[in-house]
């Protein structure tokens, strides 16, 4: 039986200037990821790939 899986890809810009505090920078890219996934859920989405997350310099990801 199949089963139908509906899926997210999300990518957004940068919303501080890189001359920003990270902690700041961070911090503003987790809020907007945070809306677009929930944004994302209320549309059914099931599976979801922030794609620019995985591309942040590694001093952000931590």
Request: glycine content about 4%; proline content about 6%; charged content about 20%.
């Amino acid at each position: 039986m199949a089963r139908i899986v509906r899926g997210a890809l999300i990518q957004a810009t940068t919303c501080e200037p890189t001359t920003s505090p990270v902690a700041k920078i961070k911090q503003a890219m987790i809020d907007k990821h945070v809306a677009m996934i929930e944004s994302a859920a209320q549309s059914g989405a099931e599976v979801l790939y922030p794609k620019l997350l995985s591309a942040l310099p590694a001093r952000l990801r931590s």
